[in-house]
């Protein structure tokens, strides 16, 4: 509508202005329109709802809530069905690293560079959290926090510092409720409650109670205790922490990491110390016009469906793209196509611009690590390296949120040039390092066609740093 071409003479432009007029109108009608349904769905759902049995206060069985609530048990349910992917998302699982072998060296040393899938639905999680390659013996406990409602009640029972202190390998074939009614709701009253610490924590640190939320935030509140960024404080307690002290953008992130000097892991290819930042669904949300209009992730993601003249939140958590007639044209009279066609372009355009930055953060690590061959020392090579973290928190914020740029499209394209600028100011200056210990070319580039090819590359590196390591058992390789 508001994407016609301009018109060349002086009729397309008086036809322009009634164009550009009609959709103000219609801009102005939306306005309206969103405006009512925000208010509607501010009126609690939960005010109706009709409790049968009672359900117990820790009752993390999903089954047993089915009773009183079927309907909305139904649709959870649904949640394990595994539908055609869309074009950058939906239910079916997809390989990450064959599908962008750039993430094996960009990942090096980590567990993501290993296995890395896109999500499915919530059904999943405890069957996806226990086959993954990610998990291994050393694995903390504060691994199972999203995924399952048995862990509020582990946290009761056991205290929330023992909980994460424990070994991921304790609870295994214990955990077996997926994300479900306990994770999101009051069992007495059926309100929206905050299950987990970590984001009560983190709200505490602002200065915000988060029990004063109010009720059209906590419909995007119950999905921040999960879809969010966040670190574990040490190897010794894994205390979860998000990393929100100084806000929730991406610069706040790389401040706060500056600040705290915190390292999750070291490149074994370019020395870099290395944070990640898991999936800030929550984060990158709160940039973009939707969330300044009040539309929530449940909005989108969870919208009325009716059913028998009743009207109830479908619990099918998944891609609105599956369900734009509920999810979108409750505000957008965009045809599907239209609403497709737009969402699609907004993330084509993020794919273009990740491409551009991990390209350039992929030469940053291997020139590094070729100056490393040539002689460079850390004190010489701590500048860029710093400048290729900072690269990577920026990179890493849009790369690993779950909307691949639809969420907040402006802001997406601002933090990516950011990052791809950072790891071009660091490859300069370790080119400048490297002719300085006599390279005549730039740093040779591998083939990473493929991700068994990427892997192959990184291995010698990894091996390396273990063997070092081993050498020198009680300290990190390289420090901040
Ligand atoms: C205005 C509607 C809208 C809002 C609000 C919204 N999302 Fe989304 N979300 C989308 C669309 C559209 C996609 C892209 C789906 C696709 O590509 O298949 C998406 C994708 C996702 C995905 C990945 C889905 C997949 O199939 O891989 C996750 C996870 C997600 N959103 C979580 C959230 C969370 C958490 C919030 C709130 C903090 C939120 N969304 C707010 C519309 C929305
Ligand atoms: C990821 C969070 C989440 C999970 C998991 C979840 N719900 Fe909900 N539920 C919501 C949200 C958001 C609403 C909308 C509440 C509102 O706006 O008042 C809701 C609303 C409801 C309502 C109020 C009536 C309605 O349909 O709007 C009932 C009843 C309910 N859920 C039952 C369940 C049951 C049963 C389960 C487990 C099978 C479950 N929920 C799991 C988030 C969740
Ligand atoms: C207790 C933690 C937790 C909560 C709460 C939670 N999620 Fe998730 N969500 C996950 C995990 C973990 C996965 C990936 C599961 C897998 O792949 O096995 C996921 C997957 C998803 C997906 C991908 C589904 C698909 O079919 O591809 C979407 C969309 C999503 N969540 C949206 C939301 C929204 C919206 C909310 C709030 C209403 C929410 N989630 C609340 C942990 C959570
Ligand atoms: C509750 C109402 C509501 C829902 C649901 C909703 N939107 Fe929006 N959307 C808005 C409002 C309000 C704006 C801002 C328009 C304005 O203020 O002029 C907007 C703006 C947009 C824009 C332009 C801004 C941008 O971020 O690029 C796109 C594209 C869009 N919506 C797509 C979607 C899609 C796709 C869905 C479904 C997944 C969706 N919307 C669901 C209310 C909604």
Known sequence: MSERKSGESRKGLVLGWVVLGGSAVVFAALGLLAGSIIERRAER????????????????DNEKWAINFPREYNSWERTRELAEATKYGGSEVKDYLAKDPRLVILFAGFGFSKEYNSPRGHYHSIKDVTSTARVSEKTPATCWTCKSPMVPKLMHDKGVAEFYKGKFKDHEG?????????????????????????????????????????????????CAQCHVSYYFRDKETNYLVFPWDDGFK??????????????????????TPMTKARHPDYEVWLQGTHAF??????????????????KFTDHQVRSPLYNIANSCQVCHRWSEDEVKQRVESIQDKNRELLDIAEDAMVRAHITLGDAVKLGATDAELAAPRNMLRRAHTYWDYIAAANGMG??????????????????????IATERIRTKYGAKSEAPMPDLSTKEKAAAFVRP????????????????????
């Open 45 to 60: 759902s939960v005010n109706r709802v009709q409790m049968i049995t009672p359900i117990g206060d820790w009752e993390t």
């Open 174 to 222: 214990v955990m077996k409720d997926p994300i479900g009614c306990l994770d999101c709701h009051d069992p007495k009253t059926m309100a929206l409650r905050i299950s987990r610490p970590a984001l009560k924590e983190a709200f505490a640190r602002r200065g915000r109670d988060i029990t004063k939320a109010s009720h059209q935030e906590m419909r995007s509140l119950v």
């Open 250 to 271: 991406a610069d706040d992130f790389d401040k706060y990491y500056e600040r705290t000097k915190f390292v999750e892991w070291v490149h074994p290819v370019s020395g």
């Open 293 to 310: 209009r009040g539309v929530s992730c449940a909005d989108c993601h969870m919208p009325y469906k009716s059913e028998g003249g009743v």
């Open 406 to 427: 639809f969420h907040a499209p402006q802001e997406s394209a601002r933090v990516l040039a950011k990052a791809a600028n950072l790891a071009q100011e660091c490859r």
């Open 461 to 480: 590196f990894v091996e390396a740093q273990k063997a070092k390591q081993a050498r020198a058992p009680q300290g990190r390789t390289a420090s901040r």
